[in-house]
């Protein structure tokens, strides 16, 4: 028919943002056409490794950071990993495991638009000290004593 199968390795330029799926569309690298018409396209289909740290959803990072006992119910500004180095989240006071802060515009570029990226959302995990002393213990009886708050109070309803 006029042509011979051979293969080739083609060089191609992934942008930023493609995710699992993300079909590439190149023109004119395709299969030979028929006598007379141009090679068709080449379509490549993309499949993004995970990541030990950090999870992907759309262009939105994720990812679950521990922090002490006494920076969630103080409050405290911490350094998180970013996919582009680290920034500054604060965490609130009264910050409690499982909560969500966002980083705007930390994500994911995306392809929608240059310029445009998701944002980053760091889960929090409150890490709870080991007391090692009895000098722990006691302050922590204290802070019990001066904070008598029963987180169970209202399961009692759904008991019965």
Known sequence: RGTAARGERVRIDVPAGVSTGSRLRFPGRGDAGSPGRPPGDLYVVTNVAPHAFFSRVGDNIHCSVPVTLTEAALGAK?????VNGRATVKVPPGTESGRKLRLRGKGAPSLRGEGVRGDQYVKVKVVVPRVVDERSRE???????????DPRKDLEAYGR
Do not use: G, S, Y
């Not at 911490?78 to 970013?82: A, G, M, R, S, Y």
């Not at 302050?139 to 904070?147: K, V």
């Open 78 to 82: 911490i350094e998180v990993p970013t």
């Open 139 to 149: 302050i922590l009886r204290e802070l019990a004593e001066l904070n008598p708050d």
